[in-house]
């Protein structure tokens, strides 16, 4: 809700300054499905308003449009009404400027490509000569830790390596802006906490913006500078919670009282915003 | 070796069915040239001992049924003791067929890519295309052939081309159809993916599509060249029986020669194995290179 008076405030002021660092500017946004049982209210009302550098975590139940959100952002859906601006763009125009990487629940990696060829892809659709191909690509598997592995094939690596594999694929692009679809949620518990810090500090190292869908509070509120909590039918934004814990952070943080006391406020909004439909 | 293990392993299991299909073979050719062998024994009026009337139905001249060892010494003498040139050779009948064969399957599988493609981006295209598409294999290709042979023949196409239309006729449907499903069987996420890299739709073909429906195309080509050398063989009746398998069988039957006619039946049915084999390996092969193949 502060949120929206905040957005105002910059406006009214007119200050184009203040929104040039502004990636992410959505106002009243509405998504609606038509199917064969009538309308289904994905996003209803949505205001959103994310700052270059920040890593925002939206987290809610599955229905609640956390996931259509990040795909109206990338403009692989059309809103329904409400406007929306990427980097001051409409989406349809930061997409085609390729504003953004967009890292999906699995990895999603050509099987008939090995992994430097699936980091390759976006770079050969760019039309980028061979040697700043082969440089992006070993300066990006470096980046998550997968150097040495560009001539294996997806299926020769573990489901951690694959999407590691599709981080870098998105990286590639050298996009500011990374959108993040539950990336880490096919994964067992571990090697979720491992590429959480890794993710933590390629955050803070490579200084993008990130948007990051998830449904579990400890790693929303273990990667993120804002969390956006949403409830479902219809799709809203139920209250968002800025979280100042220092920028890098290991995994002991988890146990201190500043953690815990941003992760029992996520599960009350959570639990809020649950509470009609649980007759 | 148990014989557990030995029903187990498919060398095993393959000459097993042929040892079964060739008793039966015997057995069939027996029972059908006993008639003409008792009408023949009456009028010489021989009587030959149950052995040795066996012995006769299995090695007349023009047998109903010949057997197997009756084909096989023709394919013999018309393949290892024949030069290739000669007309009588099965080889240069073989080869024949199989040129044409593989003519019409490589323009079919072109066709049928091409076709299949059109429609996956063109939506109209498979509303209106489609039915035409179905329609043309619902009509029985004996029928079609000798028109084909005949209007070509008189454009002055004639030889190896009116063949190969027809094996292109046969084939480009199980290609068209497979790869249809090939390039729609990408998965949505990668679709989006390339949607995602603002890919252009000719990016997207290359780089996702195509590569997503080689599989679908290998199990494709398989039914379409079998069909091809049909197709090459039926396309073979209609042209006075000149040349080609085809020829042989028309030939076989005009003299009764059934013996002649079970072997070009037999080099056919060897054909269509090694060329389906051929293909299979060659699917093999490409999935091995693309990263695949497990």
């Known amino acids: 809700m502060t949120e929206i008076q905040a957005t105002g405030a910059a406006s009214t002021a007119g200050a184009a300054e203040a929104d040039a660092f502004r990636v992410i500017e959505a106002r009243e946004l509405c998504l609606t499905f038509e199917t064969n049982d009538g309308p289904v209210h994905a996003l209803s009302n949505v205001d959103l308003a994310v700052d270059r550098g920040e ?4 987290i809610g139940p599955s229905g609640c449009g956390k996931t259509t959100l990040l795909r109206v952002i990338a403009d692989l859906e059309k809103p329904t009404s409400g406007s929306i601006a990427v980097n001051g763009m409409t989406p349809e125009e930061a997409r085609r400027k390729r504003a953004y990487g967009y890292v999906f629940q699995s990895a999603a990696l050509y099987p008939w490509r090995t992994i430097a060829g699936n980091v390759a892809l976006p770079l050969e659709i760019m039309g980028l000569d061979q040697a700043e191909r082969e440089e992006r ?15 294996k094939f997806p299926w020769q690596l573990s489901g951690g390596m694959q999407q590691r594999a599709s981080i870098a694929r998105a990286l590639a692009v050298e996009p500011d802006l990374l959108l993040m679809d539950e990336p880490f949620g096919a994964l067992d518990e571990i090697v979720r906490d491992h590429l959480n ?16 869908v998830t449904h579990s509070i400890p790693e929303a509120v273990f990667l993120s500078t804002k969390i956006v909590v949403m409830s479902p039918r219809p799709g ?6 800025d979280c100042n814990l220092p920028r890098v952070r290991t995994l002991d943080i988890r146990e201190t009282p500043e953690f815990l006391a941003i992760a029992h406020r996520v599960r009350d909004g959570l639990r809020a915003g649950h509470a009609y439909d649980d007759q | 070796m148990t014989i557990n293990k030995l029903l187990k392993s498919q060398g095993a299991a393959v000459a097993a069915v042929v040892l079964i299909l060739i008793v039966i073979w015997y057995l069939g ?3 059908l040239n006993a008639p003409f062998q008792r009408d023949q024994n009456e009028r010489t009026q021989q009587t030959q001992t149950s052995g040795a009337f066996i012995e006769a139905t299995l090695n007349q001249k023009r047998p109903v049924l010949p057997a197997p060892h009756q084909v096989l010494v023709e ?20 080869g024949i067929t199989l040129s044409s064969t593989m003519l019409g399957f490589v323009l079919g599988t072109l066709l049928g890519i091409t076709l299949a493609a059109a429609i996956i981006h063109v939506e109209s295209l498979e509303r209106s295309l489609m039915p035409w598409i179905i329609t043309s294999q619902t009509i029985p290709i004996l029928a079609i052939a000798p028109m084909v042979i005949v209007v070509l023949n008189a454009i002055g196409i004639s030889g190896l081309i009116p063949k190969a239309m027809i094996s292109t006729y046969l084939s480009f449907f199980p290609v068209t159809v497979g790869v249809v499903k090939g390039l729609r069987s990408a998965d949505p996420m990668q679709l989006d993916l390339m949607r995602t890299y603002s890919a252009s739709t000719f990016q997207t073909f290359w780089k996702l599509r195509w590569p997503s429906s080689i599989p679908f195309l290998f199990t494709s080509m398989k039914v379409a060249i079998a069909a091809s050398l049909v197709g090459a ?11 080609g398998l085809g020829a042989r069988l028309l030939a076989g039957s005009y003299y009764g020669q059934t013996v002649q006619i079970w072997s070009a039946l037999l080099s056919a049915a060897f054909l269509a194995a090694m060329l389906v084999t051929i293909v299979g390996v060659a699917d093999k092969a490409v999935r091995r290179r693309m990263g695949i193949a497990r």
């Open chain 1, 55 to 58: 890593f925002v975590s939206f």
């Open chain 1, 137 to 151: 690509i070993a300066r990006n598997l470096a980046l998550v830790n997968l150097a040495g592995f560009e001539r």
């Open chain 1, 197 to 212: 810090e890794q993710l933590n500090q390629l955050w803070d190292r490579t200084n993008k913006t990130v948007i990051f």
């Open chain 1, 236 to 241: 809203r934004v139920h209250d968002v919670i």
């Open chain 2, 29 to 31: 050719a027996a029972v």
């Open chain 2, 75 to 94: 394919i013999w003498n018309t393949t290892v003791e024949k030069r290739i040139t000669s007309k009588r050779s099965l080889v240069y009948h073989s």
């Open chain 2, 233 to 243: 063989i039926v396309g073979e009746l209609p042209t006075g029986a000149v040349a």
